[in-house]
Structures are given as structure tokens and as C-alpha cells.
């Protein structure tokens, strides 16, 4: 928030001068340390997202198929969050197994 924008306007009444700064806001500092954190946290879900996505990936080439259906099946069965139990079924999918 530490650009600056400034503007005149002429008119039939004279000059009006115009300084905006976000920075002068209340509360933009700390407006800008909540955005900051939430980008923080941001990224860092998606960086668990990515490891989450490459171990499911990794069993399912590491483990043969019915193996994998096996496991898929169960996770998908008993996982509370829907995000990672749509994971297990792309990959079960992927890998040609059926699934209730």
C-alpha cells in the first residue's frame, strides 16, 4: 500500500488537488497484514494440496491396480474431506477401478 496517486482537476473554479494514499486509510495496515496472512496461508495450503495430490499419484503407480482399488475404496469410504476424497476417485478412475 505504499503507492501514492495524485490527480488535479482544473476547472471554471480553480485547481482542486487530489492525494490519494492507501496508506493513510485507518486500519490499512492492518488491512495489509491480514491480506499478507491470508496469502501466506494461501500458499502454504496449496503446497499441501500438491504433496497430497503427488503421494496419491505415487501409490497409485507404486501399487498394482486391484491393490490400489483396494486402498482407493477405503479412503474414499472413510475420508471426511471431500477435496482429498475427490483426489482418491480421479486417480481411481484413473487407474480403471470401479468404486460404490
Not at 13 to 40: C, D, E, M, R, Y
Not at 64 to 81: C, H, P
Amino acid at each position: 500500500m505504499s503507492q501514492m496517486f495524485h490527480a488535479v482537476l482544473v476547472g471554471t473554479s480553480g485547481t482542486v488537488s487530489l492525494n490519494a494514499n492507501p496508506g493513510q486509510l485507518p486500519g490499512g495496515a492492518t488491512l495489509q497484514q491480514l491480506t499478507n496472512g491470508i496469502g501466506g496461508w494461501a500458499l502454504i495450503l496449496a503446497l499441501v494440496a500438491l504433496v497430497v495430490g503427488a503421494a496419491v499419484w505415487a501409490l497409485s503407480q507404486l501399487m498394482g491396480r486391484e491393490e490400489f482399488a483396494a486402498l482407493a475404496s477405503e479412503a474414499v469410504r472413510t475420508e471426511s474431506d471431500p477435496t482429498v476424497r475427490g483426489e482418491w476417485q480421479v486417480e481411481d478412475v484413473a487407474n480403471g477401478a470401479a468404486h460404490p
